[in-house]
T-cell receptor, first 117, second 112 residues
Framework: AQKVTQAQTEISVVEKEDVTLDCVYE???????LFWYKQPPSGELVFLIR????DEQNEISGRYSWNFQKSTSSFNFTITASQVVDSAVYFC??????????????WGLGTSLAVNP | AAGVIQSPRHLIKEKRETATLKCYPI?????VYWYQQGPGQDPQFLIS???????DKGSIPDRFSAQQFSDYHSELNMSSLELGDSALYFC???????????FGPGTRLTVL
């Protein structure tokens, strides 16, 4: 069965600290996609990154970086020099290639990040 | 770039009333997904459409129905509303089967 676990329910940091959000997934498929979405207090879901299972290269985008390790089934997200605007709920999600025409997302429960001034 | 459009953004209904939520996908996107998100919860998949055909069904109550029209927009129809239907309803669209799902701003439904 597919499952995404975000063990950290809430994290609170002070501005400019680095913070890592953990994501561990379970799937029997060899081909799958992993995602991170951000949900700020305004409520919308903002796409951050997609990674397919064959691409284990780490990714950096500005202050954001992602570490994908198939050996540990983890896809962790690090924010460097956090800012107040980073305060949001962050969701990790999984979709599987066998799903055919649909790619429903399997979500983690989210990590609520509070960045304090 | 054009995004997913959802209307209305906010909706207040009484118990047992009906509601219709609309979703306009990103131009050229052929797949639409509906999700329901309760307070403090992760989004729950309801239903999806690919090329105007239902492609998958999740935890959608029998009181709800949805369809995708010839112009690819989609509507979620909700009848006999219950207090527990109060939630944020998201529509997402993607291009083809393996593309990223991009979400609309959501419709916040409140059932009184």
């Amino acid at each position: 069965a597919q499952k995404v676990t975000q063990a950290q329910t809430e994290i609170s940091v002070v501005e400019k600290e680095d913070v890592t959000l953990d994501c561990v997934y379970e799937t029997r498929d060899t081909t799958y996609y992993l995602f991170w979405y951000k949900q700020p207090p305004s409520g919308e879901l903002v796409f951050l990154i997609r990674r397919n299972s064959f691409d284990e290269q780490n990714e950096i985008s500005g202050r954001y970086s992602w570490n994908f390790q198939k050996s540990t089934s983890s896809f962790n997200f690090t924010i460097t020099a956090s800012q107040v605007v980073d305060s949001a709920v962050y969701f990790c999600a999984l979709s599987e290639a066998w799903a055919g025409n649909n790619r429903k997302l399997i979500w983690g429960l989210g990590t609520s990040l509070a960045v304090n001034p | 770039a054009a995004g997913v459009i959802q209307s209305p953004r906010h909706l207040i209904k009484e118990k047992r009333e009906t509601a219709t939520l609309k979703c306009y996908p990103i131009p050229r996107h052929d797949t639409v997904y509906w999700y329901q998100q309760g307070p403090g919860q992760d989004p729950q998949f309801l239903i999806s459409f690919y090329e105007k055909m239902q492609s998958d069904k999740g935890s959608i109550p029998d009181r709800f129905s949805a369809q995708q029209f010839s112009d690819y927009h989609s509507e979620l129809n909700m009848s006999s509303l219950e207090l527990g239907d109060s939630a944020l309803y998201f529509c997402a669209s993607s291009l083809g089967r393996s593309d990223t799902q991009y979400f609309g701003p959501g419709t916040r439904l409140t059932v009184l």
